[in-house]
């Protein structure tokens, strides 16, 4: 294993995703060559339920693995390989996409 210097510190920005869903994305957008091999990292941290109850309906994902981790609360997780359960506190989900899977969380 390698390790890595701290290059910059990156303040994260309020956007929405999924249903309308409140979160803040600390990278994800522009150029992710620092983060490599990492795409995205999305905080959905909030106490305002009407901010994220709607979720992320069915969408795609292909390619690429996502890891989920509960911090508090839970989140409901169904997908096209007939997968399905609840992610509560302390949980971790890694799903592999693969060539292609189609999934909801909420």
């Not at 983060?35 to 795609?60: E, I, K, S, T």
């Amino acid at each position: 294993m390698s390790l890595r210097p701290v290059k910059r510190l990156i303040k994260s920005k309020p956007t929405l995703e999924g249903a309308g869903v409140h979160l803040r994305r600390a990278f994800g957008f522009g150029n992710t060559t620092d983060f490599d091999p990492f795409l995205l990292l999305d905080d959905f941290r909030n106490d305002v339920p009407q901010d994220y109850l709607a979720g992320f309906p069915w969408h795609p994902h292909r390619g690429i693995e996502t890891i989920t981790y509960v911090l508090a609360g839970t989140v409901e997780h169904g997908d096209s390989m007939g997968n399905h359960g609840a992610i509560a506190a302390g949980d971790v989900q890694w799903m592999t996409a693969g060539r292609g899977i189609i999934h909801q969380e909420m």
